[in-house]
């Protein structure tokens, strides 16, 4: 290749081209290392000054006297205050959670951002904050003309799971048209006189044009249970309430395709299933042929989860997934798929059924015919309405995968599932997203469905563990620390992290990362010890065996 330069060699030229040449190879070796680069990234840490770097090494800078909180906004304090939390579990004691802005009357942030479709991310620790109590947060959160929180109980949301201390996370879609700011409001509850509200932070992440919204020539997807098709407006915003890795582990957000999406494991959702068919290909080289390679990280589509191998098994059952949602809605599902089992290479080798709500999304399931190969992702997105009588309530959306019962009509009689993601559609009339509080939670023994021929209970238990040296005395301990140490000059030369995402339990709850951090600096070291911390999130765990210590409110 060197060779063909029509240039004469050992000119100074020739060596500045060279060097041009080959640094421009090295910056676009690094930029592809992530499918998707995002044009907007803000990471605002609320009620903090100046920049903190996260466990994952993201900066995210204060709120305080940035552009983004109106100046005003930010000097009158009884318009918003910035603390610390009294109390705070490992988890809380990490950026951003570790300080919050908080407020009796109404405050905006405004964030000029470019046109586009966006993820937003909302970070809370329901925690008392000074003289703010913590079950005195009620408040309602807007973006633009969406509600997405409405007479929002944080610490009763945070406590359905019985579990105190918990931190809560949001991930929505908007799109931003050209000329338009992406305005936050945060409106302490009129109806409580006391009530007030607050936030950790906030994370504005762009996403590639039309992945989640429907483009513009696109005729949209299958409306289950209707005869016309439906299609995700630029008018809607949607809320992520799940996303997972099927039959995989949970990939962490710094995982994610450039997004920052996180994708949590599907276990605890699963109603029924056989823990013994989790397939994988970890050697496969994918080809991102009939969709964008950052539709979804490479893990997603290198496991998966099958119904057995043998027609008794994979004739007797559905593999089925429970996820409980809000009645009143509609909502988007994608399921991403790839056949990466070498014996499946041609139309028709392994066909399938998918139930959505209970109802027939697809009779005729062909991953290769849909993808065009082995190897090659695919997904696939559905619509569907979920209203019940029972309106304000959780309600349970069952999405199932079926062996075709026609011997004749696939070669092998099983099913294949590698990943989901369901959003809530905002409401077209009001574009509201927000769903009911949860119910307070009674404690009652756990209801336990036994999982069919479950032969693994160890490893389908479900308490996440948090590791982390350097916890409980936080932020504040460090800080102070680190602002004494940086006074007296006396610099830790060797404050070396690094920091390992095992486990990340996706949109409910950031508190079950399992993040083990080793830190070689004699501060950290004086203030550490691991702690072990086990948190649920609010949307109960389906537990099983005689290690479970959950419930199941809905
Ligand atoms: C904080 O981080 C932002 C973005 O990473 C950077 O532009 C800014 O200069 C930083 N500010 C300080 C005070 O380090
Ligand atoms: C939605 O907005 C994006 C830009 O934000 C634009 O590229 C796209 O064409 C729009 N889609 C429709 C259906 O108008
Ligand atoms: C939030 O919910 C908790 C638990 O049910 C309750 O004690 C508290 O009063 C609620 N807060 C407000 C402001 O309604
Ligand atoms: C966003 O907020 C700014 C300042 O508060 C205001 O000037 C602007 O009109 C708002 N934009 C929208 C679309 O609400
Ligand atoms: C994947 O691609 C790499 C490099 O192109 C090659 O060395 C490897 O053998 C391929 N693996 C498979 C399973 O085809
Ligand atoms: C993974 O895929 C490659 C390429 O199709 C195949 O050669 C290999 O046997 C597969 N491995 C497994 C464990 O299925
Ligand atoms: C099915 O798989 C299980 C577990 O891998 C194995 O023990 C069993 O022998 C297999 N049965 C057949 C018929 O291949
Ligand atoms: C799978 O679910 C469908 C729809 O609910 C049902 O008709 C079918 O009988 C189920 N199959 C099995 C084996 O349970
Ligand atoms: C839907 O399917 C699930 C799982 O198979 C079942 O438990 C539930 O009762 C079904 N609901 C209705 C309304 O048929
Ligand atoms: C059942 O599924 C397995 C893959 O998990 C497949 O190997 C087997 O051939 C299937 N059984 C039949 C009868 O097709």
């Known amino acids: 290749m060197w060779n063909s330069f029509p240039l004469p060699p050992f000119t100074p030229l020739y060596l ?8 421009l190879i090295c910056t676009v070796s690094v930029e592809s290392s992530s499918p998707y680069t995002s ?76 046109a586009g479709q966006k993820f937003i991310r909302l970070y809370f620790y329901p925690a008392s904050y000074s003289d703010f109590d913590r079950s005195k947060a009620l408040f309602s959160v807007r973006a633009g003309p969406f509600t997405l929180l409405s007479n929002f109980n944080a610490s009763l949301t945070a406590d359905a799971d019985g579990d105190s201390g918990d931190t ?12 338009q700011r992406l305005n936050i409001t945060f409106t302490p509850s009129p109806t409580v006189s006391d009530s007030y509200a607050f936030i950790n932070g906030i994370e504005i992440v762009s996403m590639p044009p039309n992945l989640y919204y429907t483009r513009a020539e696109d005729q949209g997807f299958s409306f289950i249970g209707q005869h016309n098709l439906y299609s995700i407006k630029n008018s809607t915003a949607l809320e992520t309430v799940y996303r997972f890795n099927v039959g995989g582990r949970s990939i962490s957000p710094t ?10 494991q599907d276990d605890k959702y699963l109603k029924e299933y056989n823990v013994l068919f989790l397939p994988f290909n970890d050697t496969i080289n994918l080809s991102f042929a009939t969709v964008p390679a950052y539709a979804a990280p490479e893990y997603v589509y290198r496991t998966a989860r099958t119904l057995g191998n043998d027609t008794d098994i994979n004739l007797s059952y559905n593999l089925t997934w429970e996820f409980p949602v809000d009645s009143g809605f509609y909502y988007f599902i994608r399921l991403h798929f790839c056949e990466f089992q070498p014996e499946i290479v041609q139309p028709s080798d392994r066909r399938f059924r998918i139930f959505i709500a209970n109802q027939t999304a697809e009779k005729d399931a ?93 490893n389908s238990r479900r308490t996440t563990i948090f590791v982390a040296a350097g916890g409980v005395t936080g ?52 203030l550490s010890r691991p702690i072990y911390y086990a948190a649920e999130s609010q949307i109960q765990d389906i537990q099983d065996g005689e290690e479970s210590q959950g419930l199941r409110p809905y």
């Open 16 to 23: 500045v081209f060279f060097f041009l040449l080959h640094h």
């Open 168 to 179: 809560i996370f949001r991930e929505y879609c908007v799109n931003i048209e050209e000329d």
């Open 39 to 114: 044009i907007d990234q803000i990471l605002l840490n609320c009620g903090s000054f100046g920049n903190s770097t996260a466990l994952d090494g993201r900066t995210w800078i204060g709120d305080a006297n940035s552009k983004f909180l109106p100046l005003e906004q930010s000097l009158n304090n009884h318009a918003s205050l910035t603390l610390i939390a009294a109390r705070q579990s490992p988890t809380a004691a990490q950026v951003p959670f570790a300080t919050a802005r908080i407020s009796l009357s109404t405050f905006t942030y405004d964030f000029p951002v470019t």
């Open 255 to 264: 995982e994610d395709t450039g997004m920052f999406r996180g994708w949590s």
């Open 475 to 526: 932020l504040i301990m460090a800080s102070i620390l680190g602002f004494l140490i940086f006074r007296t000059g006396k610099k830790e030369k060797n404050l070396s992290c690094s920091t390992d995402w095992t486990t990340w339990r996706g949109p409910f709850s950031l508190s079950t990362t399992k993040s083990t951090k080793t830190c070689r600096s004699s501060l950290w070291v004086a």
């Open 366 to 458: 062909d991953v290769i015919l849909w993808s065009g190969g082995n190897g090659v992702p695919v997904y696939k997105d559905y619509a569907v309405p979920i209203f019940t009588k029972e309106r304000d309530k959780k309600v349970n959306l069952y999405i199932a995968i079926g062996a075709e019962p026609r011997r004749w009509m696939t070669s092998y009689q099983d099913a294949i599932m590698n990943g989901i993601e369901i959003f809530k559609i905002s409401d077209s009339s009001n574009g509201n997203l927000a769903g009911p509080n949860p119910d307070p939670i009674l404690v009652t023994p756990p209801t336990i469905e036994p999982p069919k021929q479950s032969t693994n209970s160890k």
